[in-house]
């Protein structure tokens, strides 16, 4: 008797622990998508995304390449000083007011054809504030004007 009550609480631990194993893997596929990763345009430009991989690409607006089209479509160029990506955003949403050439942008969005193809834009929120990943990106890639502000001309 006492051996078939080990053997039951054993089966019982055993299935626990598999459903645990199961319910973990499916709630990290579920989120999979939901997380989207930081890149500096030296890290896009040194690897590539897949042209299906939905990141987030921060660095400065480059001076002089905004270029705005029909509605809230625009065509910009995101640099960290070291490397330059160009940006399509398709206009999905409305461009924040702050958004701006030689401010600091987080877009989100694919790498497709050689350009980031954003889906959201957000901008900085005054003249002193810069996105904690955007400041770091841009200090890791030796900009000398990562934190005073200075305009970055590519």
Do not use: C, W
Not at 1 to 26: C, D, H, N
Not at 90 to 98: H, I
Not at 103 to 116: K, V
């Amino acid at each position: 008797m006492k051996s078939l009550k080990k053997k039951r609480r054993i089966q019982v631990i055993a299935l626990a622990f598999v459903a645990l194993g199961v319910s973990t893997v499916l709630i990290g596929y579920a989120m999979r998508d939901g997380i989207n990763f930081f890149r500096s345009p030296s890290e896009v430009a040194e690897a590539p995304p897949g042209p299906m991989e939905v990141f987030k690409l921060g660095g400065l607006v480059v001076e002089g390449s905004l270029v705005r089209g029909d509605g809230d479509v625009l065509e910009f160029a995101v640099t960290d000083g070291a490397a330059t990506i160009p940006v399509f955003y398709d206009g999905s949403e409305s461009v924040p007011d702050l958004f701006s050439e030689g401010q600091g942008t987080i877009a989100t969005g694919r790498y497709q054809d050689g350009r980031f193809v954003a889906s959201q834009l957000l901008a900085k929120h005054d003249e002193t504030y810069m996105p904690r990943e955007v400041q770091q990106a841009l200090e890791d890639a030796g900009h000398p004007g990562a934190t005073d502000g200075a305009p970055i001309t590519n």
